[in-house]
């Protein structure tokens, strides 16, 4: 160990340097310790904020009409011998759907 003080770094603002210099050693191992902690949080709030960000970017499809969410999915219903798609959704506790087209166009 030397017996010179470290150097701070330079993209260090002064005040910081000048409060921790007038720090006791075991007040500066606890504001160590805070700093590490804190620097853990701000990186893992920013990676849940950027995970979360990718989640919001989902592309509304281009046939999905006004009035229906963008949360909706396709599910297909038989009636008569007839199998057609519908937009299917919730809004809290019902199951909305909306007419979408024949699953054999030809029909």
């Known amino acids: 160990m030397s017996y010179e003080p470290p150097n701070p770094p330079a993209n260090l603002p002064t005040e910081v340097v ?3 210099n007038d720090f006791a050693p075991e007040r500066l191992r606890d504001a160590a310790n805070y700093a590490e902690e804190l620097a853990e ?3 893992r709030e ?3 904020e950027e995970e979360s960000g990718e989640d919001k970017v989902e592309e ?6 006004d009035d229906v969410p963008s949360k909706a999915t396709t599910t297909i219903k038989e009636i008569n ?3 057609y798609y519908y937009w ?3 809004e809290g506790e019902k199951i ?3 007419y979408k087209g024949p699953v054999n166009p030809d029909e």
């Open 18 to 20: 000048n409060t921790l």
């Open 41 to 43: 949080h701000k990186e």
């Open 81 to 83: 011998d007839n199998r």
């Open 88 to 90: 299917q959704w919730r």
């Open 96 to 98: 909305k759907s909306k």
């Open 46 to 48: 920013a990676r849940l």
């Open 60 to 65: 509304r499809p281009d046939d999905l009409p």
